[in-house]
């Protein structure tokens, strides 16, 4: 199975801070990276697909990059809202999907 | 308007079974695979498992082999999961998911309580 490796585990910051939560696939996936907000009893919200697209809806604040094994989610100006747990998903097709470790923002 | 609509939340007692369905609308049902996921109280996401288009073939993850069926019922868009054997281990919220046109599309989830 491919593994993600994501990091940091937990990310300390302020409203209006820039952040930046990075994923290592074990393999090249090509694009097939999403990011997820999670927040508790609510279902995994689509942030980013296939590795830079905004889902519809969420707020231009967030984006993504990178392709084969490196990616990134940037969060330009972080609001209230914000502070959560994200996790990074690999869903290369015919092949199981894998998750990130995760990552929690919390207020510094 | 991509829908995965799942069933409600269920309490079972600890060896006993749970099946979880998931109803799908607003894209071609038969076109895609639909996968299931996990997440226990605490935990994150763990994917189960999925099953093809057609529903005549399915992919398990090792930790869920023997213990879990995926099957789908494409006359009425309708995807299952069943698990059996359940343990405290199993509480959690169940989602179904499924990728259409590299969009990610999840169900609303469905909270399975083990408990005696």
């Known amino acids: 199975d491919i593994q993600m490796t994501q990091s940091p585990s937990t990310l300390s910051a302020s409203m209006g801070d820039r952040v930046n939560i990075t994923c290592r696939a074990s393999q090249s996936i090509s694009r097939w990276l999403a990011w997820y907000q999670l927040k508790p009893g609510k279902a995994p919200k689509l942030l980013i697909y296939k590795a830079s697209s905004l889902d519809s809806g969420v707020p231009a604040r967030f984006s993504g990059s990178g392709s084969e094994t490196d990616f990134t989610l940037t969060i330009s100006s972080l609001q209230p809202d914000d502070f959560a747990t994200y996790y990074c998903q690999q869903y290369n097709l015919f092949s199981p999907w894998t998750f990130g470790q995760g990552t929690r923002v919390e207020i510094k | 308007h991509v829908q995965l609509v799942q069933s409600g939340a269920e309490v079972k007692r600890p060896g006993a079974s749970v099946k979880v369905s998931c109803k799908a609308s607003g894209f071609p049902f038969s076109s895609y695979y639909i996968h299931w996921v996990r997440q226990a109280p605490g935990q994150g996401p763990e994917w189960m498992g999925n099953?093809?288009?057609?529903?005549?073939?399915?992919e398990y993850a090792q930790k869920f082999q023997g213990r879990v069926t995926m099957t789908r019922d494409t006359s009425t868009s309708t995807i299952y999961m069943e698990m059996r054997s359940l343990t405290s281990e199993d509480t959690a919220i169940y989602y179904c998911?499924?990728?259409?046109?590299?969009?990610?599309?999840w169900g609303q989830g469905t909270l399975v309580t083990v408990s005696s």
């Open positions: 099953i093809n288009p057609s529903g005549s073939s399915t």
């Open positions: 998911a499924g990728p259409s046109a590299g969009v990610v599309y």
